[in-house]
C-alpha cells in the first residue's frame, strides 16, 4: 500500500437545531469562551432569510462580543478575504464563524489565518504554502454541496476573474456543526446544483490520479455516494424532509472529507471558468460539464467507473463490461441533471461557441487541479469537451 496523509476537522457535530447552540459550542473551545470577540462570517442572502438570527442571538445571549461580517459574495474575492481579517484585527476577534454556503466558509477560513499571521495572502495560495497560525475557527454549512467545513482548501477570485486556491491543514477549522434544520428551505434548484456538486466531489475524489488518493477517501465517496444518490430527489422535490436534508448534509461532509484528501480534477477546472467568467454558481457549473469531463476520461478510468456505479445507481446491470456499465452511468447522470431540473448545457446559462476559447484557455491555468485527472488534458481536449457541453 502507498504512503498517504490523511487530514480531517478533528470535531464533527451533527444536531438538528446546533446553531440555535452556537454559545455553548463556542464555549468548549479554548480561547473562545464566553466574553471572547467573535467574528462572524456570512452573506446578505443568509441574514436576509434570518437563517443566523437564532446563532447570532444565542451568542449574545452567552455573553459574546460579535462582529459581524456579512459581505461575502458568490466566488468570493481575495479583497473580501483582505477587508474581513482587517476588522477581525480591529475587533480583536479571539474566533470566527463561517456560517453559510462554500463561500462564506472559504473566506472565513483565510480570515482565521490571515488575522493572526504576518504571511501576505499572495504568498498563501498553492498547496502546502500557508504558514502561521490561525483564529479558533467554527464552520456551520447551510447547504448541502461544498463539504468546505471539513477540507483544506479556499478558493477565491484574484484580479478579475482568475480563482487561485489556499490548500493547507491549518485552515481546517476545530469544529464543523452540521445543522440539517438550516437547509430545510433550500430552492430546489440550489438543492439540486449543491447535490449534484457533492456527488462530483466524491466522484472526482475516487477516480484522482493524486499521490494521495487513498483508501479512506474511496471508501468516504463512495459512502457519500450512496447518501446523496439515495435521497437527491427527496430533499429537491419534498425540501421539508428533514431526513433527507440530514442525509444530504452528511453526503456532502463525507464527499468533502474524500476530496480534501484525494482532490479533485478536470471537471472542476473546466467548471471554474465558467462560474469566474458568467457568474454561474459552482455546483450548477459542476454539474453542466461533468458527463463531458466523464466521457473523455472514460478510457482512463471505466473500471473504477465502473465501481462506483451501483452506488449512484443500484439498479445498474452490473453483469458487463466497465465500459458498457460506465456509458450508461455517464448517460443517466446526464439524465439526472435534466430530472432535477438543471439547466442541460451551457447555453442555458448564456454561453456561447464564442467563448469557448477563453473558457479552455483560463481553464488550463488550473494546473493544481488538473494533474489530478486521470487523462492528460490539453487545450484543444478542453475546447471539445466545452463544445460538447454547449
Request: charged share 15%; net charge negative; proline share 5%.
Amino acid at each position: 500500500m502507498s504512503d498517504f496523509t490523511f487530514n480531517t476537522t478533528p470535531s464533527i457535530r451533527q444536531l438538528r437545531g446546533g446553531a440555535a447552540k452556537m454559545g455553548e459550542i463556542l464555549g468548549t473551545m479554548a480561547s473562545a469562551g464566553p466574553g471572547a470577540s467573535v467574528l462572524f462570517v456570512t452573506d446578505p442572502g443568509i441574514m436576509s432569510l434570518g437563517l443566523a438570527d437564532a446563532a447570532l442571538a444565542d451568542l449574545e445571549d452567552k455573553g459574546f462580543a460579535v462582529t459581524l461580517f456579512d459581505k461575502v459574495e458568490p466566488d468570493p474575492k481575495a479583497t473580501t478575504v483582505l477587508d474581513a481579517a482587517q476588522i477581525a484585527r480591529d475587533s480583536a476577534a479571539t474566533c470566527v464563524v463561517g456560517f453559510g454556503g462554500g463561500s462564506s466558509m472559504d473566506v472565513a477560513k483565510v480570515v482565521a489565518l490571515a488575522a493572526r499571521s504576518d504571511q501576505p495572502l499572495d504568498e498563501m495560495y498553492g498547496v502546502g504554502l500557508a504558514r502561521g497560525q490561525r483564529l479558533p475557527l467554527v464552520l456551520v454549512p447551510t447547504t448541502a454541496g461544498t463539504g468546505s467545513e471539513v477540507t483544506m482548501v479556499s478558493i477565491l477570485t484574484t484580479g478579475t476573474s482568475e480563482k487561485k486556491g489556499v490548500v493547507s491543514p491549518i485552515i481546517l477549522p476545530d469544529i464543523a456543526l452540521l445543522d440539517a434544520d438550516l437547509t430545510l428551505g433550500l430552492p430546489p434548484a440550489i438543492t439540486a446544483a449543491t447535490g449534484v456538486d457533492a456527488m462530483v466531489h466524491a466522484i472526482e475524489a475516487y477516480t484522482s490520479t493524486s499521490a494521495n488518493n487513498n483508501p479512506l477517501s474511496r471508501m468516504l465517496a463512495c459512502q457519500a455516494l450512496d447518501l446523496l444518490a439515495a435521497n437527491i430527489r427527496e430533499a429537491v422535490f419534498n425540501g421539508t424532509n428533514a431526513e433527507a436534508r440530514a442525509n444530504m448534509l452528511l453526503g456532502s461532509m463525507l464527499a468533502g472529507q474524500a476530496f480534501a484528501n484525494s482532490p479533485v480534477a478536470a471537471v472542476h477546472a473546466l467548471a471554474y471558468p465558467v462560474g469566474s467568467l458568467f457568474h454561474v454558481p459552482h455546483g450548477l457549473s459542476n454539474a453542466l460539464v461533468l458527463a463531458q469531463v466523464m466521457r473523455f476520461n472514460a478510457p482512463a478510468c471505466s473500471a473504477q467507473y465502473a465501481e462506483l456505479a451501483p452506488h449512484i445507481f443500484p439498479d445498474i446491470d452490473m453483469a458487463r463490461d466497465s465500459q458498457a456499465i460506465t456509458a450508461e452511468l455517464i448517460d443517466r447522470l446526464a439524465t439526472l441533471n435534466t430530472e432535477l431540473g438543471l439547466e442541460p448545457g451551457l447555453r442555458g446559462v448564456g454561453i456561447a461557441e464564442t467563448d469557448i476559447g477563453k473558457l479552455a484557455s483560463d481553464a488550463m491555468n488550473q494546473t493544481r487541479l488538473l494533474v489530478n485527472n486521470p487523462r492528460e488534458v490539453t487545450l484543444e481536449d478542453a475546447k471539445r469537451i466545452y463544445e460538447a457541453a454547449l
